[in-house]
T-cell receptor
Framework: SQQGEEDPQALSIQEGENATMNCSYK?????LQWYRQNSGRGLVHLIL?????REKHSGRLRVTLDTSKKSSSLLITASRAADTASYFC???????????FGPGTRLSVLP | SQTIHQWPATLVQPVGSPLSLECTVEGTSNPNLYWYRQAAGRGLQLLFYSVGIGQISSEVPQNLSASRPQDRQFILSSKKLLLSDSGFYLC???????????FGDGTRLSIL
C-alpha cells in the first residue's frame, strides 16, 4: 500500500536557517498534504499540492512534488523558534477514503 | 472553516473498563470522518473512517469500534479496554474532493 516516509526523522537548526524535509511514497496519488503538530496537540494543515502541480508556496513555506520520483519536499525559510514541531506528509490516493501519514520529522529550531 | 471538537482532553481508565470518546464537527455537512491513534513520537494509524451516517470502515482489527449516529458526530468505543489501547486519539474531518483534513485537539488515553 502507499506510504509516506519523511526524511530526516529529526532535524535541529538555528533560528534564521532554512529547514528542508522530504517525503517519499510508493503509489499514484491525487494529492499530497503537509501537516504540523505541536507537542500534545492535533495536526494543523499547512499545504495541499495536487498531483498535476509541481510547486506551491504559502508564506515561508514552499512545497515541491515530483510524481516521477514519488517524492515531495517541504522547505521552511528563515525558521523561527515557533516552527519547532513535528511535520507529517500525507498521501491521498482516493479522495480521502484512505489517507496515509508518514512517521514525521521532528524539527527543533534553536534560538 | 471546519472546527472539530473532541473530549475529554485526557482520560485515565483501568484495564477492562468501557470507553466512549466523542467527536463533533462544525462548519461543514456530510464530511468524511476519521479516527486515528498516535503512539508517542510516531505517525498516525488510521482506525476507522466514515463517509456517512451509519457507514463505518475499519482499517485494522482491534478492540475498538466506531459509530456515526448523526452527520457530524463520530464516536469511538470499547467494551473492555486493554493496556495496548493507550495512546493519543485524534478525530479528523474532511470535505469531499481535493481537500485537507481538519483535526481536533485529541484525547490522551492512559490505561492502568
Amino acid at each position: 500500500s502507499q506510504q509516506g516516509e519523511e526524511d530526516p526523522q529529526a532535524l535541529s537548526i538555528q533560528e534564521g536557517e532554512n529547514a528542508t524535509m522530504n517525503c517519499s511514497y510508493k503509489t499514484s496519488i491525487n494529492n499530497l498534504q503537509w501537516y504540523r503538530q505541536n507537542s500534545g496537540r492535533g495536526l494543523v494543515h499547512l499545504i495541499l499540492i495536487r498531483s498535476n502541480e509541481r510547486e506551491k508556496h504559502s508564506g515561508r513555506l514552499r512545497v515541491t512534488l515530483d510524481t516521477s520520483k514519488k517524492s515531495s519536499s517541504l522547505l521552511i525559510t528563515a525558521s523561527r523558534a515557533a516552527d519547532t514541531a513535528s511535520y507529517f506528509c500525507a498521501t491521498d490516493a482516493d479522495y480521502g477514503q484512505n489517507f496515509v501519514f508518514g512517521p514525521g520529522t521532528r524539527l527543533s529550531v534553536l534560538p | 472553516s471546519q472546527t472539530i471538537h473532541q473530549w475529554p482532553a485526557t482520560l485515565v481508565q483501568p484495564v477492562g473498563s468501557p470507553l466512549s470518546l466523542e467527536c463533533t464537527v462544525e462548519g461543514t455537512s456530510n464530511p468524511n470522518l476519521y479516527w486515528y491513534r498516535q503512539a508517542a513520537g510516531r505517525g498516525l494509524q488510521l482506525l476507522f473512517y466514515s463517509v456517512g451516517i451509519g457507514q463505518i470502515s475499519s482499517e485494522v482489527p482491534q478492540n475498538l469500534s466506531a459509530s456515526r449516529p448523526q452527520d457530524r458526530q463520530f464516536i469511538l468505543s470499547s467494551k473492555k479496554l486493554l493496556l495496548s489501547d493507550s495512546g493519543f486519539y485524534l478525530c479528523a474531518s474532511r470535505s469531499t474532493g481535493n481537500q485537507p483534513q481538519h483535526f481536533g485537539d485529541g484525547t490522551r488515553l492512559s490505561i492502568l
